[in-house]
């Protein structure tokens, strides 16, 4: 029997207990946004640690950021063979609106065949799959295909404030060949797929006052700007009828599609209907002139992602708020600038304030830029394979419209490419109540990694 048959007998008999320990992990509320979860946040990264240190020989350290820490482990006993460095995150969103789960957050449960926790599917169902391909290569052969490095890192879901700096102080420490990511997503379930590009973010918040305080509507109506009346105006300034941002020079740095690029988008087995109905939409919307594919992961976005003030509890409270506050996040294509981008919404929302409000505007204090990698780097074309090899279909081409900013962090800083490998799809709910990982996912995943190893180990760039 070869090693690597002797690695997937090795998961499979452990496919119960790494199951296992998916659900221990699930159940710790990493939840990075919310200060109240701090210690759990420690909890979950004691938990990664100690699962590299006892997957085999690595040389675990957690590292402090201003932030949670990263975990860091590595294993250089394969001379003459690449250096992959794994990424994934430890954090998870917040599990709000809890009334919309069928089963607490933090308590996984097993239903049909599907594993359901926040965080489970994003990320931390794809992150512990090559610590456990780790662990089965040290059991059965005492060594690894290649040299191993692993970055998880603890604010991924607050958009990875800290880890710039992190990267840019440790490039030594991090040197590898390529960036294997276990956080991504393939597009769908049906078909696997390697996914080529990302859009980068940056995002505000607003808030536009009238009043000191809160007026009576009565007394007061007619008399002094509503500001929640004047946020509805601004925000809907922010675009044209048809969908297109209306923000000026929102789309001059925006590359347009080559014509092989659209062929090549439009031949991929897309149902916009089945898609509509997937996630409840009657119908299409968005910029004129570009397909939905195109225009999710290709074309630039400017969204509102929550808008509130005033009174909104049961009955009624005849009140004119005197704040009304806006969160807006704009996904970004390559050549556009996180910085440029805020200047250019700012200076749309001062020079669209309603008559009667003040203007506030906090930028999120970072950004991402959109990433890519060539379909014929060397990592990539081995993830192909390997994809082959468990799934006998060649996978999809596909790009990203969310956002993972290592990718471009590890391209402009260290020139290394990312490969997105991970075993969560699209449709899971993740950022969603029930939230969820399928467990056949999980073993298929646990075969691809350790292939991949294998082929990558037989690779020379």
Known sequence: MTSIDQVLEHLASNHGRILG?????????SVSTDPAHAADMRAAARWVARALESAGPFTVRTI?????PVVYAEWLGAPGTLTVLVYGHYDVQPADPLEKWSSPPFTPTLRDGRLYARGVSDDKGPMLIPIEVARSYFAVAGTLPVNVKCMFEGEEEIGSAN??????????????????????????????????????????????????????SGRHGGGVANPLHAMATLIASLHAPNGRVAVAGFYDRVRELTPTERAAIAALPFDEGKYLAQVGAPAPFGEPGYTTLERQWTRPTLEVNGMWGGYTGPGQKTVIPSEAHA??????VPDQDPAEVIALVTRHLESHVPPGTRLSIAPDGHGA?????????????????????????????????????????????M???????????????YHAPNEFFRVHRLHEGLEAWARYWEMLAETRR
Request: contains cysteine; hydrophobic residues 45%; negative net charge.
């Open 163 to 216: 880890l710039d700096a992190f990267i840019r102080d440790n490039t030594k420490l991090l040197a590898a060949d390529v960036v294997l990511s276990a956080d991504g997503a393939m597009w769908r379930i049906d078909e696997p797929s390697l996914t080529v590009s990302s859009r980068g973010l940056v995002g505000l918040e607003l808030t536009l006052a009238a009043s000191s305080k809160d007026l009576h």
């Open 415 to 429: 020139g290394l490419d990312t490969v997105f490998f991970s075993f969560s799809t699209a449709d899971e709910d």
């Open 64 to 68: 402090e950021t201003p932030g949670n």
């Open 327 to 332: 969160k807006i996040t704009c996904r970004l």
């Open 21 to 29: 320990k998916l659900i221990d992990f699930a159940a710790i509320p």
């Open 369 to 413: 830029r959109a990433a890519h990698i060539e379909t014929a780097h060397f990592a990539l074309e081995a993830a192909g394979a390997a994809l082959y090899a468990v799934y006998g279909v060649h996978p999809l081409i596909v790009r990203m419209g969310g956002t993972v900013p290592i990718s471009e962090l590890f391209q402009r800083r």
